[in-house]
Nanobody, 124 residues
Framework: QVQLVESGGGLVQAAGSLRLSCAAS??????YAWFRQAPGKEREFVAAIRWSSATTTYADSVKGRFTISRDNTKNMVYLQMNSLKPEDTAVYLC???????????????????WGQGTQVTVSS
């Protein structure tokens, strides 16, 4: 089994920064990702990282502002969020899955394991 626990959300002003953390336990999977979900909207891909190589990929909406990383000594996945905008407001969820291809990692339905989420609110 895999367990994921997010932390680090909060309230921040526009243009500010936050760092989200995801503590992973259990067996190591291929891909770890961050998704977000705003009220009334579908779950949206944000970023993913391949655990073995630390290869990363991002949604266009966050490219250049967000950075996903992992610490394999601590089994942690991070999402550094800079230049935050009010439209970044959402619940952010950590996910783990078995593949790392461009048609696979962007789809929430492909992931077997999810954390409980952490709220990020960006005020204007």
């Amino acid at each position: 089994q895999v367990q994921l626990v997010e932390s680090g959300g909060g309230l921040v002003q526009a243009a500010g920064s936050l760092r989200l953390s995801c503590a992973a336990s259990g067996r190591t999977l291929t891909t770890y990702a961050w998704f977000r979900q705003a009220p009334g909207k579908e779950r949206e891909f944000v970023a993913a990282i391949r655990w073995s190589s630390a290869t990363t990929t991002y949604a266009d909406s966050v490219k250049g502002r967000f950075t996903i990383s992992r610490d394999n000594t601590k089994n942690m996945v991070y999402l550094q969020m800079n230049s935050l905008k009010p439209e970044d407001t959402a619940v952010y969820l950590c996910a783990a899955g078995r593949q790392f291809t461009s048609t696979w990692y962007v789809k929430a339905a492909n992931y077997n394991y999810w954390g409980q989420g952490t709220q990020v609110t960006v005020s204007s």
